[in-house]
Nanobody, 127 residues
Framework: QVQLVESGGGLVQPGGSLRLSCAASGFTLDWFATAWFRQAPGKEREGISFISRSDGSTYYADSVKGRFTISSDNAKNTVYLQMNSLKPEDTAVYYC????????????????????WGQGTQVTVSS
């Protein structure tokens, strides 16, 4: 079982930056990728970034490409999302998730089933 905790959210002005962290604990050897999702009120969940544990390959949704950077520190079991040039439309609850094995359903994105989720961290971009 993997536990994930997001941190780093908060209130920031347009054009500002935040760095989100996703710290994993527990059994951390049974997943291959970590992804960041976000969901704003009244909108569907959106996958925004992905990083592979095996080779470090990354993916970015068009909505954040060029502004956000995903990275990982495997020694710390932590994945980061550096968010620059933030816009009001980036306002959402941000979640990290891993494609950990387990019972029950999951959320499929980029061909992977994400079953372990953090509690989310609120990002608000406003002046």
């Amino acid at each position: 079982q993997v536990q994930l905790v997001e941190s780093g959210g908060g209130l920031v002005q347009p054009g500002g930056s935040l760095r989100l962290s996703c710290a994993a604990s527990g059994f951390t050897l049974d997943w291959f990728a970590t992804a960041w999702f976000r969901q704003a009120p009244g909108k569907e969940r959106e996958g925004i970034s992905f990083i592979s544990r095996s080779d470090g390959s990354t993916y970015y949704a068009d909505s954040v490409k060029g502004r956000f950077t995903i990275s990982s520190d495997n020694a710390k079991n932590t994945v980061y999302l550096q968010m620059n040039s933030l816009k009001p439309e980036d306002t959402a609850v941000y979640y990290c998730a891993t494609d950990s094995s387990g019972s029950g359903g999951g959320y499929t994105w980029l061909g992977r089933v994400f079953r372990s989720w953090g509690q989310g961290t609120q990002v608000t971009v406003s002046s």
